[in-house]
């Protein structure tokens, strides 16, 4: 075919003999038929055997199969190589190791597109270059570290799907302004059926600590109250919304250790703190007026009614479960502030 080929283009252009070697590899072959066709419009210019027209890469692939690409361009650490010694210390009479020399040896790699950042929802562990399609989860914080409410700034936590204040409730003012009825004595704040608050152990020596450490006891009245004990944007969580808290925890049964503040936190108690919360036996003002159980128990309020009574949860040393009270209203518990959803 080669040499008809040959023949017909030299008689079509009247040309004498030339050499069928048309590409000067000493070899004729196909690529020097592929040259000769290329005069009617067919083109091979990587010499592969396949017309560029239908060629899936005009050149060559590189070891990352892009064609005519430039090879591994990523770096990627491959080692990490110390260099040290040893010295004997006369002072302290013992063999000293330091560190005099460092490297590090990189390889190059492939690029793979992909989302690189481990916190998302379609993180691509292969990928090494970050291609902007990470699907990061909000959290339910939004990336807000405080609340500053009353005069008083509130660290805040993510627990699961919840934003919650990380300290006890302080404030002596309704949302609105309003002042929250305090210094109750002990036969005014029995027989109240509206909103108080009080502070553990208040006209005492001790009463300034313990606000400082617990924050403030309020009633059920004023956490029910329509004008809010939480500033703008918060609330008194609901009985279904601590339940929901405990379970993310891992039950009633476990939640109180990584809610109670631990041995090392100040203030301290006996859980692991592990969520943040920082929960405290501030203990509670009776309905009889008395105050009880500081470093024993934690009494926090739920906004949920059970008629003449609310919910409530009480966590206590030594014990690692969060138990569900039904509890008189017009007892004095602990406050956490939960964000609107």
Request: glycine share 12%; net charge negative.
């Amino acid at each position: 075919m080669l040499a008809l080929a040959w023949g017909f283009t030299g008689f079509a252009q009247d040309e004498g003999p030339q050499s069928p070697d048309l590409n000067q590899d000493g070899v004729v072959g196909i690529n020097d038929l592929m040259l000769l066709l290329s005069a009617y419009g067919q083109f091979d210019a990587d010499f592969d055997g396949v017309w560029d027209h239908v060629d899936d890469c005009v050149g060559t692939y590189d070891a990352c199969a892009v064609c005519n690409g430039p090879g591994p361009t990523v770096p990627i650490i491959d080692e990490i190589v110390f260099a040290s010694d040893s010295a004997f210390n006369e002072s302290t009479g013992a063999w000293e190791v330091f560190e005099w020399a460092s490297d590090t040896l990189f390889t190059f790699a492939c690029p793979v597109l992909g989302c690189t950042d481990a916190n998302a929802l379609n993180f691509d562990p292969t990928a090494n270059v970050d291609d902007g399609s990470c699907d990061v989860p909000v959290s339910p914080c939004e990336g807000i570290d405080s609340v500053t409410f009353d005069g008083h700034t509130y660290g805040l936590i993510s627990i699961g799907e919840q934003c919650w204040f990380a300290e006890n409730l302080r404030t002596e003012h309704y949302r609105n302004g309003d002042a929250i009825p305090s210094g109750l004595n002990v036969e005014a704040w029995s027989n109240t059926l509206s909103g108080a608050v009080a502070v553990y152990g208040e006209g005492s020596e001790g009463a300034a600590a313990n606000l400082a450490a617990f924050g403030r006891l309020f009633n059920w009245y004023a956490v029910s109250d329509p004008r809010g004990v939480c500033p703008n944007g918060w609330h008194v969580p609901t009985d279904a919304e601590f339940s929901a808290m405990v379970d993310f925890l891992g039950g009633s049964l476990v939640a109180a250790l990584p809610l109670k503040s631990s041995p090392s936190d100040e203030p301290s108690w006996d859980g692991t703190n592990a969520s943040g919360f920082s929960a405290l036996a501030g203990g509670s003002r009776t309905i009889g007026g008395g105050f009880n159980a500081l470093d024993s128990f934690g009494y926090y309020w739920s906004v949920t009614s059970t008629g003449t009574a609310a919910w409530s949860r009480r966590m206590s040393g030594g014990n690692a479960g969060v138990s569900r009270l039904s509890s008189s209203q017009r007892s004095g518990f602990s406050v956490r502030c939960v964000r609107d959803e």
